[in-house]
């Protein structure tokens, strides 16, 4: 079913685009590399490795290995609908449904043998102590080979060294698996184009803070977090390009939906993935979503001389493994940065992670004299999804701000 | 009295913060203290880390030194995070724990062993002598952690010998007389949990027939009262398996290593078992590790007490019901706060579940 779900997005959107072959279509562009990889990770003839969200892909790439985040799937499964049924297996099975609904619907599709196989499953502490334990829940299901990579919360000298040991043990981890050795030369070009990618998102970040900006709604939904499976590829920094040229040529046509921009808004943490019409409703309101919290390149250039260490400080750096204050940090110097005007935080149901500090992060953005919306919604699960109570306190909240 | 060090996870060395001179307290999720964590946190974080938060922000604690927290689960990642607001003047600490057990891990906590032991010693000279900092003098403190790691050694064989005999026959009372001892180490001092423990290893009324050998397990359950009620309910506990019984005097074994915080670090890791914490080796272990201690402690049935909304324990319930099963062990979830207050609850099932297993 997700094999034939990803062969035809490739179909459906490769079409579109050689109708138009000089157009930029930048989100065309990102959603058939992303369906060329759900294919790739479906396909039973590939080096598969499920992980966690902030495991090294562009690593993983470079050796050979398809690797994605089980959270991507969780997310395909909400966007096409089909998550439900999924959920009820994991329920069925004894899964809380007071946990966070990304893994509750990819353990269900494991159950129900939706899932590829994997070689060998690579868990990351960082985001979730949930998803930590819904990876040991594949392994044990699966009865493949598991490699942990703990991200500390504690930005030193020893948490660096710490992390950046275990990455290089993945390594041997990997190849014990794969029968091929790390390539410097693979990696050292992985990275580099990792560094491109960075420079392009930098750019593209820079580009959606102006005002008006040329972004709209969608354009970056979930951006930095998904981006990251791609950018150790040449695919991923031409994706970066293209996003950059649209911004760049909306700009300049002024052909952008900035017109109607009244309200600049921040979306903290992951979007809603069901059809849901948020982003249409705000539009409709002059209200538009400038940026995202987790769309920000927040490391230094990987060093091909110091991979490990690199990519462990890239790790440790992004919002998803922050503590509660310099998380807040981040989020109010991004609310500076885009000069926004209010925060919606959906408070995804289940996440203690992110969800977790909603108070705490209420405070510290109250604190710049950002109001934040704190909308109780399940991200994934739409099936108890109270539409219009929503509806109401997105009005409400972007007339108080007007 | 000495001064006291607060703390909330299991994966916190007692000796450490003895050696530095503090009582140890272990703050309980168990007050009257209003519900207010909601306006820092969020309400679906477990109700342990939610009621600490409240101690703390209707000031219900004892007047504390600093506080240890421990990066065990994300709950409590962001307990560390309420409590710079809840009370911005504590000193506090945050050790990193890894969720893996391998090398790396083990040297990684070792050393945020030893940054604890340093802190600790840090704080209480800083105290007596806020102007002068007097010369650390390692070998005295590390000598002063080998002492207090030695009682905490005799603790924990005294437990293990009360729960040996726990395992074979039925003593009225042991269950709970066991955990305020364990109850007094977390909360007051290891030298006086030991004293009575040693007077506990030889029951003094004779044992008795006529109730369900039950294993329980899961996260907190650390009233002694519940073990009485579970004695009214036809529960004689084989064993326990939480972070506030028995798992929580984790013996130290010295001689894995010349460097004392590696050995500290081998046995937490390895031995204090909670769900957070995962051998890669053998993903699901922890199903199995229940399913031996069920045997092995004589039990027919076993119970799990899980919080609502922990993450770490929910995720393996399925593994686990189904390990049992595959054993044809009995098994029964109930999820709650685990405090007296709810225990109230959980009446019928219990005595339903006892009464299927017979005697
Ligand atoms: S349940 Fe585990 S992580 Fe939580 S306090 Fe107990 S030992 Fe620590
Ligand atoms: S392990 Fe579970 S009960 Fe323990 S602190 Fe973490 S979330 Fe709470």
Redesign the interface.
């Known amino acids: 079913m997700m094999y034939e779900h990803f062969d035809n997005a490739v179909k459906g959107i490769t079409e579109k685009l050689n109708q138009d072959p000089e157009g930029i279509n930048a989100r065309k562009k990102y959603a058939l590399e992303l369906s060329k990889l759900g294919k790739k990770l479906y396909s039973k003839d590939e080096n598969i490795a499920w992980c966690g969200v902030t495991a090294p892909f562009d690593l993983l790439g470079s050796m050979g290995v398809t690797s994605c985040f089980v959270e991507f799937v969780g997310a395909i499964l909400s966007s096409t609908q089909t998550a439900g049924l999924f959920l009820e297996e994991a329920e069925d ?4 449904t ?3 609904a990304y ?1 509750r619907a990819v353990m269900g599709a494991v159950l129900k043998n939706a899932m590829p196989e994997p070689d060998f499953i690579i ?1 990351t ?1 960082s985001p ?3 998803g ?3 990876v ?2 594949f ?2 299901q699966y009865k493949k080979d ?3 990579l ?1 991200v ?3 930005y030193t000298k ?2 660096v060294k ?1 992390l950046a ?2 990455i290089e ?1 993945m390594t041997s981890f990997v190849s014990d698996h794969t029968k091929r050795p790390l390539s410097k030369e693979k990696l050292g070009i992985a990275l580099d184009y990792f560094n491109r990618s960075s420079q392009l998102l930098k750019d593209i970040y820079d580009l959606a803070k102006t005002k008006p900006s040329p972004v709209d709604n969608k354009f970056l939904k979930d951006f930095g977090t998904v981006m990251a499976l791609l950018m150790g590829t040449q695919q991923g920094v031409d994706i970066c390009r293209a996003f950059k040229d649209e911004l760049n040529h909306r700009i300049k046509t002024g052909r952008h939906h900035a017109s109607k921009e009244k309200i600049r808004l921040m979306w903290i943490q992951n979007r809603i993935q069901y059809p849901f019409p948020i982003n249409e409703m705000l539009d409709d309101l002059g209200a538009r979503l400038v940026v995202d919290e987790l769309n920000d390149v927040t490391w230094e250039p990987m060093d091909p001389d110091k991979p490990f260490e690199s990519i462990a400080k890239r790790m440790i750096s992004i919002p998803y493994s922050m ?3 310099e998380r807040i940090r981040h989020m109010q110097d991004l609310a500076l940065a885009y000069r926004i005007d209010g925060a919606i935080n959906p ?1 995804h ?5 992110g ?6 992060i209420s ?1 510290g953005l109250k604190d710049i004299n950002v109001p934040v919306l704190n909308l109780e919604i399940d991200c994934v699960d739409s099936r108890n999804l109270a539409k219009g109570q929503i509806e109401t306190r997105v009005e409400a909240f972007i007339e108080m701000l007007s | 009295m000495n001064k006291k060090i607060g703390f909330t996870c299991a994966y916190t060395p007692v000796p450490l913060i003895e050696a530095a001179g503090f009582s140890p307290f272990r703050i309980f999720p168990e007050s009257k203290a209003p519900d207010q964590a909601g306006h820092l946190l969020h309400d679906n974080l477990c109700p342990h880390v939610k009621k600490v938060l409240n101690r703390a922000l209707a000031d219900d604690l004892p007047g504390l030194e600093g506080m240890v927290f421990i990066n065990s689960c994300d709950s409590m990642r962001r307990l560390a995070d309420a409590w710079h607001e809840a009370r911005p003047d504590d000193r506090t600490i945050l050790l990193d724990l890894p969720s893996g057990i391998n090398n790396l891990s083990l040297d990684f906590l070792s050393k945020e062993y030893e940054r604890l032991a340093k802190t600790l010693f840090k704080w209480n000279n800083e105290s007596f002598s806020p102007e002068i900092i007097p010369e650390i003098k390692p070998e005295i403190e590390l000598d002063k952690i080998k002492d207090k790691i030695a009682t905490w050694n005799l603790l924990a064989a005294s437990v293990k010998k009360i729960e040996e005999k726990m395992s074979l026959d039925y003593f009225p009372g042991i269950a709970s007389a066991l955990q305020q001892i364990i109850n007094t180490a977390a909360t007051d001092s290891t030298d006086k949990a030991l004293a009575m423990a040693q007077k506990k290893i030889e029951p003094k009324e004779p044992a008795k027939a006529g109730k369900s050998p039950v294993f329980i397990f899961g996260n907190l359950l650390f009233d002694p009262k519940v073990y009485d009620l579970f004695e009214e309910w036809n529960v004689h506990v084989t064993a326990s398996d939480f972070c506030t019984t028995s798992r929580f005097i984790t013996p130290v074994d010295t001689r894995t290593d010349n460097n004392i915080f590696r050995s500290l670090a081998d046995s937490y890791l390895k031995q204090t078992p909670c769900a957070r914490t995962m051998d890669t080796a053998k993903p699901g272990s922890i199903a199995q590790r229940i399913v031996q201690r069920a045997k092995e402690s004589n039990a027919k049935g076993v119970i799990g007490f899980i919080l609502k909304f922990c993450d770490p324990y929910l995720a393996r319930i399925p593994m686990i019901r189904q390990a049992l099963q595959k054993e044809s062990i009995p098994f029964i979830m109930l999820e709650g706060d685990c405090t007296m207050g709810s225990m109230g609850q959980q009446q019928t099932r219990i005595e339903a579940f006892t009464e299927m297993l017979g005697v």
């Open positions: 099975s004894g899964f809380a007071d946990s966070c893994h868990g502490s979730c102590t949930a930590l334990a819904i040991e829940n392994a044990n598991f490699f942990i703990n500390p919360q504690n020893d948490a710490f040991a275990q043990e503590d509660t204050s408070c149901w289940g996440c203690r992670q969800t977790g500090p909603r108070g705490l405070k």
